[in-house]
């Protein structure tokens, strides 16, 4: 049966912690796994899915590839942000040991993210588009010599077994996930506090990324992000991601913004979205 609940894409296979963090923020639509970050945003953009679940950095992976060079290309507007909390397990198919295994296979971010027991067991890391993906490929497999490492929810979907549980470098393990839409969705600043995201590039003069900031310190907006990536083959233009606390409603945001606009030679405004409660609890 064909079901009518809207859909969410996410890059990934079944049981990929973005599949997760579908089920846990959005539990009425359905998760669609896409082969790379492209095409989910694809998918929003020509209306196969309604929402994206798009991660965009992880607290001991750092930021995630890719993304922010995606985000100033697409269409699609930022409405929120979720916070899934990344709890890595070692897994293996029937009859593998710790003993037995060589290489353990998962995306960059996790193999990025278990350093300490991949020295440890001394096996070798084997980089795969997500971790979902290399926990199938493990059951395909089926090599007591191939593991991987991915969700508990990934070795259930694909009769896995789990090796060891809680193998991330460091407790806490966190990726912080953004929710594309088609629609901008702007909360109303009066019921509560927002978050702000843009893209922008500025001249190449001397001294005009202290300008282009300065109107945020004079009206006391607080930067809580500011990136920097190269866009052309000369290295010379940079492109800066930038979020912020506040409303383009609000006056002290509308003054910044129209102050770092005079020294942009572009800007773009990604969103405007509520700060998530996982914010004010930690």
């Known amino acids: 049966m064909v079901s009518t609940r809207p859909r969410i894409a996410f890059q990934g296979a079944l049981g990929a912690y973005s599949h997760l963090a579908c089920t846990v923020a959005y539990p009425e639509m359905d998760p669609i796994g896409y082969d790379t970050f492209a095409q989910a945003f694809a998918a929003v953009e020509d209306g196969d899915a309604e929402l994206g679940m798009i991660p965009i950095e992880n607290t001991l992976g750092g930021r995630v590839a890719d993304i922010h060079h995606l985000l100033p290309e697409s269409s699609l507007y930022i409405v929120a942000e979720h916070f899934q909390p990344v709890r890595h397990a070692l897994l293996g198919p029937e009859g593998a040991t710790l003993e037995t295994l060589k290489t353990v296979a998962s995306h960059e971010q996790g193999l990025a993210q278990c350093r300490e027991l991949i020295r440890e067991l001394g096996v070798e890391p084997m980089d795969f588009g997500d971790t979902a993906g290399a926990a199938k490929e493990a059951a395909e497999r089926n090599d007591p010599a191939f593991g991987a490492i991915a969700s508990e929810l990934a070795a259930e979907i694909y009769g896995l077994q789990i090796l060891r549980t809680r193998i991330e470098d460091r407790l806490g393990n966190t990726t912080r996930f953004v929710i594309m839409s088609r629609r901008s969705m702007d909360p109303d600043p009066r ?54 606390d506040g409303h383009p409603a609000e006056p002290s945001v509308a003054n910044a913004l129209e102050e770092l606009q005079f020294f942009c030679n572009k800007m773009k405004q990604l969103g405007t979205f509520p700060r998530a409660d996982y914010r004010e609890q930690r």
């Open 191 to 244: 019921d509560g506090p927002a978050i702000t995201s843009i893209v922008f590039q500025v001249r190449s003069v001397p001294g005009a990324l202290y300008k282009a900031l300065g109107g945020f310190a004079t009206n006391g907006v607080n930067i809580t992000k500011l990136e920097s990536y190269i866009i052309d083959q000369s290295f010379t233009v940079a492109q800066f991601y930038a979020e912020f």
